[in-house]
């Protein structure tokens, strides 16, 4: 497994896009304190074309359209580090249900089934009726419209490792189901989880 690391790692395209990553992070996270003007700072200066003071150029009340950028991806960056966790943990964990009970596992996947019929935009709005709308919103939304697409993922990866020797061999050593879906099989499918994300 290290050396299936090592040869990703020498991939170009992987390289470059962890550095388009970084410097995406870097300067939402840092970008705003080198600005002289504020995301919602007004001005004279409205619809100004992109210049040395406005490297972006300026809306039309005047507010600098890179620092507005920048507050955005900061905004949208802590979004998803709270939210894709939140439903890669939980989509992963419902999609393993199959393991520790059949009929579990069969009514969670129904259940993929109908979040994932579901238009994103519908589900967004749905749930910014029912919370004030606002980050929390934002972030239920995601949950909602991602966790699925990761336990159905959890659930095909489960259901090839199933039929393995090594997982007959633990339910002969009489391994419980909660040893077997962790200590075995969460192991061997965290790749096919971690390229959802």
Known sequence: RGGRYARAWRSARLRIGLCIVVVVTLAAVVGPWLLSYGPFEQGPDALQTPSGRHLLGTDE???D???RVLAGTRVDLLITLIAVPIAAVSG?????SGLLQH???QLMQRLFDVLLGVPAVLLGVGVAIAVNPGKLSIVIAIVLVT????GRQTGTAVAGQVALDYVTAAEVLGYSRARITFRHVLPNIVDAIFVRI
């Open 61 to 63: 009340v005047g507010r």
């Open 65 to 67: 359209l890179l620092a």
């Open 92 to 96: 992963t964990l419902l999609g393993l």
């Open 103 to 105: 009929h579990v596992g």
């Open 147 to 150: 966790a699925p697409i990761f």
